[in-house]
């Protein structure tokens, strides 16, 4: 239950702070004088989309904060962000920037706007003035009849059959292909598949090749280097290297090795560095030996490198991509000479994936014909209680080709006097009789969800008269189950409500501003006097709004 909004610098609002309580609340007051905004400001702190011209002119900022009670702890957006209650309260908080930043924290810990959404999904439901027209939509309808029936267990297993009939279906087209193309294709794929053969291409071969070029590119080089490396380390007839000087110090020391362990320490590390320089030295040897510069076998490095990279241009940036591409060409070479045995195997499964599919739906059409029996049946009950008595309301189902959704087009047909044939809704029905049916659909709907608080903005419109009064007994069987919020203009619903708010437009320092003002029975009495008369308010205006208020009270007695 929605207990406490706080609104700062929300379009006129300046600074507002509303205390709901339990069962009907009712919001009043003239048209622009800043109900909508309440609203407004309600659908941000749910995670609802909120532009930056909310903010109130002059300010950097805004923020709302509602602090809900009652709260269940296994509500499934808490469990996902591990989020807990406090002793069964939460406080949903959003600030938004003039430059487009949002913080949202739940209980105090930050949470991104989804998660905001998520979670105040679970706590308040907000129907607006339009939401009669939804019902205008017909591919809303199975989306409310879905909704009622709890069809989920059964729609998931049909979406996948779907999905995988499609898949195979997809397969299939994309081996169809003219002979003209198909010929066309072949030849393409075998003269690239011939040339990639020819070129005997192997993994790493490219950077053997060019580390093998850049030697024989720079072979003076590597020649005065060897040379070099051989001389300092074997030295030649007439000088020692560094080999033969190590063994001249290490039988120079060898003599006093039995002296103390220092000179044998000495020995021993002069002996390591012997056998360390002897094996560079042997290395050496092998490089300076082994190496030889032939400019036919460059040439021939250079020849093969040009191919690598004339191949490359056209098959992929490396010698392995272009393997890689090889085996696709292969298996696209041999998908197409097989296609035909390919595509009778791929129609079995289809056959196979169509039978499960339809099977699913057949399945989720039968428990939707059980659903709308029910639903139809609650929607009457609804509508008779709206003073819609003699309506008639019918859910069509009727078979279509199979989409993403089932194989079933769900329309809501009504009939609203006596001896006329039912039709479809948005042919026939009035923006009242639109507002009666879809508040008699949220009611059904919402008795199956843990939502503690449902808000009506305004969803009077097009009632008046006698229908007005029973939307307001609606309203108030409603409240006695869950909280209720509703903005209205017609004082039979502000008359019947619980807790009554005005909302109020004024001027202070140059600036508008709004102000929202919980009414007592004296102030209730002017106010819905106001709604019935406009500014001038007689006593005989003042008299009726007194009915309207007794009235209202026997009936919330009788109720109980």
Do not use: W
Not at 161 to 177: D, F, G, N, P, R
Not at 185 to 200: C, G, P, S
Not at 387 to 408: H, L
Request: glycine share 8%; aromatic share 6%.
């Amino acid at each position: 239950m929605l207990q406490l909004l706080h609104i700062e610098n929300i379009a006129i609002i300046d600074e507002a702070e509303i205390t709901f309580q339990p069962g009907f609340n009712a919001l009043t007051g003239e048209t622009g004088a800043g109900k909508s905004i309440v609203i407004d400001s309600l659908s941000a702190v749910l995670g609802q989309r909120a532009s930056r011209d909310l903010i109130r002119t002059g300010a950097d900022k805004a923020f709302v904060s509602a602090t809900f009670d009652q709260v269940p702890a296994d509500l499934p957006a808490l469990r996902e962000g591990n989020i807990e209650t406090e002793n069964g309260t939460l406080l949903l908080q959003r600030e938004i920037s003039a430059d487009g930043k949002n913080i949202c924290r739940v209980n105090g810990r930050p949470v991104t706007v989804s998660q905001l959404r998520q979670i105040g999904s679970g706590l308040l439901n907000i129907h607006g003035q339009h939401d009669g027209q939804q019902l205008l939509d017909e591919e809303q309808h199975g989306f409310y009849l879905d909704r009622f029936g709890h069809v989920e267990s059964l729609l998931t297993p049909y979406i996948t059959a779907y999905e995988t009939m499609l898949a195979v279906q997809k397969k299939i087209q994309s081996m169809k292909m003219d002979e003209a193309e198909k010929a066309r294709r072949v030849d393409t794929l075998r003269f690239q598949i011939e040339e990639l053969e020819r070129a005997k291409l192997k993994a790493g071969e490219e950077e053997e090749l060019t580390e093998r070029r850049n030697l024989l590119r720079n072979s003076e080089k590597f020649i005065s280097a060897v040379e070099g490396a051989d001389y300092y380390l074997s030295g030649d007839e007439n000088h020692d290297g560094a080999r033969g000087q190590l063994r001249q110090a290490q039988e120079a020391v060898s003599g006093a090795k039995a002296l103390g362990d220092t000179f044998l320490q000495l020995f021993t590390r002069l002996e390591g560095a012997y056998s360390e320089v002897y094996d560079l030295a042997d290395t050496v040897r092998d490089l300076k030996d082994g190496f030889d510069f032939s400019p036919a076998e460059l040439d021939q490095l250079e020849g093969r490198l040009d191919q690598m990279y004339r191949l490359k241009k056209k098959y992929g940036p490396s010698v392995e991509d272009m393997l890689a591409y090889l085996d696709r060409c292969r298996s696209d070479l041999d998908a197409i000479e097989y296609a035909d045995d390919t595509i009778a195997r791929l129609e079995q499964e289809f056959a196979t994936a169509r039978k499960q599919a339809l099977k699913c739906a057949a399945a989720l059409s039968e428990a939707r014909k059980k659903a709308a029996r029910e639903l139809e049946s609650r929607i009457l009950t609804e509508l008779k209680q709206l003073d819609m008595g003699k309506i008639q309301f019918s859910i069509q189902i009727t078979e279509k080709e199979m989409d993403a959704s089932g194989m079933d087009q769900v329309r809501f047909l009504m009939s609203a006097n006596l001896g006329e044939e039912l039709k479809p809704i948005h042919k026939i029905a009035s923006g009242g009789e639109l507002a009666r049916i879809m508040l008699a659909m949220k009611n059904v709907l919402s008795e199956q969800d843990q939502v503690g608080t449902m808000v009506f903005d305004e969803v009077d419109t097009g009632v008046s008269g006698r229908a007005a009064q029973k939307v307001a007994e609606k309203m108030a069987r409603i409240s006695r189950t869950k909280q209720v919020l509703c903005v209205t203009h017609l004082p039979q619903l502000a008359a019947m409500a619980d807790t009554h708010f005005s909302v109020e437009k004024g001027e202070s320092g140059g600036r508008t501003f709004t102000k929202v003002q919980c009414l007592n029975r004296g102030q209730r009495r002017m106010e819905l006097a106001r709604l019935t008369g406009g500014s001038h308010v007689s006593q005989t205006m003042l008299s009726g709004a007194e009915e309207l208020l007794t009235e209202a009270e026997n009936f919330k007695k009788a109720m109980k």
